[in-house]
């Protein structure tokens, strides 16, 4: 079977540092999405891991060890509109199918 | 601007009915896929096409078909809607043979059986 773990909800305040983690047991991985889903609205792709190591994309950064199965989306300087749900997604099959995590809900307070 | 479109934001329907969700995508990409979204649940893939009248069966298939005769257009039917069917749908493309690694979502439709 496919299961991947994220915490279910992160509160911090505007300007912080915030982690999101994310670990995974799945019949095949080819690499690590994460995607950002605002109340009422579709989920937009943040960034994707291939190889072991840091990804940044401005604000955010993603990081992946794939022998331990984990990864996390490290977001910086908070702002009041990174208040979202976050997912984690494995790819499992090369070139198609990716599955999901449970989301991460985050609050950013003033 | 790449976009996938589906055609009802909200439907309400009654038990028993066939019930035909549409997605089209105009990005060329091969790939499609159906998920539902449930609180607590995350995305859940219903089935995916990898090409033209080509389907897999994601990991909770019952109770829904799908059907994919042109490379744009992916539809979800549910065969016999019950309320346990009600939920969010999302529907996604994937640019394919490995490239892509981004996935487009629609806005999702909110579909509620009673």
């Known amino acids: 079977g496919q299961s991947l773990e994220q915490p279910s909800e992160v509160t911090a305040v505007e300007g912080a540092i915030v982690q999101i983690n994310c670990t995974y047991q799945?019949?095949?991985?080819?690499?690590l999405s994460w995607y950002q889903q605002h109340d009422g609205g579709a989920p937009t792709f943040l960034s994707y891991?291939?190889?072991?190591g840091l990804e940044e994309t401005g604000r955010f950064s993603s990081f992946l060890s794939r022998s331990d199965s984990y990864g996390y989306l490290l977001l910086q300087e908070l702002q009041m509109k990174d208040s979202a749900s976050y997912f984690c997604?494995?790819?499992?099959?090369?070139?198609?199918?990716?599955?999901f995590g449970p989301g991460t809900r985050l609050s950013v307070l003033p | 601007d790449v976009k996938v479109t589906q055609s009802s934001r909200y439907l309400v329907k009654r038990t028993g009915e066939k019930v035909f969700l549409e997605c089209v995508q105009d990005?060329?990409?091969?790939?499609m896929f159906w998920y539902r979204q449930d609180p607590g649940l995350g995305l859940r893939l219903i089935y995916f096409?990898?090409?033209?009248?080509?389907?897999e069966k994601g990991d909770i298939p019952e109770g829904y078909s799908v059907s994919r005769e042109k490379k744009e257009r992916f539809s979800l039917i549910l065969e016999s809607a019950s309320t346990n069917q009600t939920s969010m749908y999302l529907c996604?493309?994937?640019?394919?043979?490995?490239?892509?690694?981004?996935?487009?979502f629609g806005q999702g439709t909110r579909l509620t059986v009673v």
């Open positions: 891991n291939a190889l072991d």
């Open positions: 990005m060329d990409h091969e790939n």
């Open positions: 799945t019949s095949g991985f080819y690499g």
């Open positions: 096409s990898y090409d033209v009248k080509m389907k």
């Open positions: 996604a493309s994937l640019e394919g043979t490995g490239g892509g690694t981004e996935a487009f």
């Open positions: 997604a494995v790819r499992v099959r090369y070139g198609q199918n990716f599955v």
